[in-house]
Nanobody, 125 residues
Framework: QVQLVESGGGSVQAGGSLRLSCAAS????????MAWFRQAGGKEREGVVV????????YTSDPVKGRFTVSQDNTKNTLYLQMNSLKPEDTAMYYC??????????????????WGQGTQVTVSS
């Protein structure tokens, strides 16, 4: 079991930046695949970044590549999502998620069985 708590959302103008945090507690942090997903109104949940906790390797989705980066602080069991050059289409509820890694990290939200409560990001033009 792992518990996830996100923070750092807010409202910014296009071109601005935000940093989201996901604090993990519970089970051994390093055994999990973690990811950031987002969901805009009326749309399906979309994978933004998948991240291998054990070796720090991250993969970002095409819509955010070059603008979003992920990092971790292992001393705090916290994952960060740095979002730069934000666009109105980045507006969504952002969720941190995790599951016990078995092979490769998945982009399928259905594979993730631990979720945070979400944090809203709103980007105005």
């Amino acid at each position: 079991q792992v518990q996830l708590v996100e923070s750092g959302g807010g409202s910014v103008q296009a071109g601005g930046s935000l940093r989201l945090s996901c604090a993990a507690s519970g089970d051994t942090y390093g055994r999990y695949c973690m990811a950031w997903f987002r969901q805009a109104g009326g749309k399906e949940r979309e994978g933004v970044v998948v991240f291998y906790i054990a070796n720090g390797v991250a993969y970002t989705s095409d819509p955010v590549k070059g603008r979003f980066t992920v990092s971790q602080d292992n001393t705090k069991n916290t994952l960060y999502l740095q979002m730069n050059s934000l666009k109105p289409e980045d507006t969504a509820m952002y969720y941190c998620a995790a599951y016990l890694l078995r092979g490769t990290c998945s982009w399928d939200a259905n594979e993730y069985n631990f979720w945070g409560q979400g944090t809203q990001v709103t980007v105005s033009s």
